[in-house]
Structures are given as C-alpha cells and as structure tokens.
C-alpha cells in the first residue's frame, strides 16, 4: 500500500544524461575542500595533505546548467568556484582505492556558488560552513557524460569564463587528492550509493558574482556549464 502523505513530496532532484533519455536522481552532494594547491593559497590557506576533507549541499540545492537565477539571498559577496563533478551509480563503505572507480558512473561540469561573506564569518567564529554552501540554486551542474565516454582522468582543462574573461583555467591533474583517493576516503565516514554527486574543488582563480553576472564553464570532453545571475529590476 503507498505511503500517504501529508502533503506531496518534493520532486527529485535529477540531472540529464548525454545520449540516455533516462535521467540521474541525485541522493546527496559531497563537496571537497581546498583540493587545489593554488587556490588554497589564494584564500590564505594550506592544504591539508593528511587527508581531503569535505562539506555538504543538500539535493535540493542542484541547478541544472542554463538556469537564470536570483542573486543570491542573504549575501552581498556570492563568489563562483568551477568543479570536476563524479556521479555514482553504485556504492558502498570502506571501499579500496583500487576499486573505487568502480562505483563511478560519470562525470559533469560543474559551478559552487559559495555565500562568501557568510563563509568567512563562520570560519571567524569557528561554526559550521552551511550559511556560506548549502543555498537554493549553489550546486550548478551540466549534463552528465558516461565514465566510458571520457576516459581516464588526468590532463583534461577544466576552466571558468565570467562576463567574457577567462577567470579559472587549470588541469585536473592539479587536483591533490584524486577521484579514486576521494572515493575511498570518504566513504570511511560514509556508506556511498547510488545518486551521491561529488563536487571535487576548485581551482585558483575564484571571485563574485553581480546581478547580470554571466558564468560559462567547461571540462574538456564534458558538456559544457552556464548560468545568468539575473540583473536587478
């Protein structure tokens, strides 16, 4: 017999497929912190290379590329952070490294929008980063491409154009943990399953965004990513 609800549930949360009518329900979005070197540096940081670690975004806060949207809510210092997004089809706990692309189904383009003022006030006084990441519309996506049809992961470019210039252009190959490091790292303190997306950082290069704000990124060998930041009035 079907549950009965209170009232309707909210619809899930689903990315489309290059090539593949059926689309990808997401679970759960994991984000990586500090993953390039250079980045880390430019926001007066360190890489921790004992280990990634990681914040969170709700499901709900996806938003599929080629979406105009509201400035931001709450912020007046909203900044862009292009990403390397691993999708999962299969899952699982204390997954080897040397298996750990096999949970792997593919692969997005992808943009964190980041609440940066509120990001720094709570880094100030040592409290959770939700305010500053998990918001309507932060996890900008693309369509997503099947691992088979990109290949290994390595010197693609992954770059980030903002109102015509190009603000953020690097390689995968600069990220210091790898997809497969990540994987099993993560699902130490996890049980990983099908639907999880995995935004794996970003690189140097990241800034605000203005109402009117064009943003339009790219992994080489993925569709590509966009949003408008809606102008004011």
């Not at 926001?43 to 975004?57: C, I, L, Q, S």
């Not at 003022?117 to 409290?127: E, H, I, P, S, T």
Request: charge should be negative.
């Amino acid at each position: 017999m079907p549950a009965d609800y209170l009232f309707d549930p909210a619809p899930v949360p689903a990315v489309p497929v290059v090539g593949e009518p059926r689309l990808f329900p997401v679970r759960r979005i994991f984000c990586v912190g500090r993953n390039y070197a250079a980045h880390a540096a430019e926001m007066g940081n360190e890489v921790d290379r004992e280990a990634p670690f990681y914040f969170t975004k709700s499901a709900h806060a996806l938003c599929l590329s080629g979406a105009t949207i509201p400035y931001p809510a709450g912020t007046e210092d909203c900044h862009y952070e292009m990403e390397f997004v691993v999708a999962l089809n299969r899952g699982g706990a204390e997954v080897a490294e040397a298996r750990a692309m096999d949970l792997v189904f593919g692969y997005a383009s992808g943009i964190d929008l980041t609440r940066r003022d509120l990001q720094a006030a709570a880094k100030d006084k040592r409290r959770p980063w939700d305010l500053g990441k998990d918001f309507a519309n932060s996890a900008v996506i693309g369509p997503l491409t099947p691992a088979a049809s990109f290949g290994q992961i390595g010197p693609q470019r992954i770059h980030l154009v903002h109102d015509g210039d190009t603000v953020q252009d690097a390689t995968l190959s600069d990220m210091v943990w790898s997809v497969p490091e990540i994987i099993a790292h993560l699902s130490r303190f996890y049980t990983l399953a099908p639907g999880d997306l995995i935004y794996t950082g970003t690189p140097a290069g990241v800034g605000p965004v203005y109402p009117g704000s064009r943003l339009a990124g790219g992994v080489d060998g993925l569709a590509p990513v966009c949003l408008d930041i809606a102008p004011v009035g």
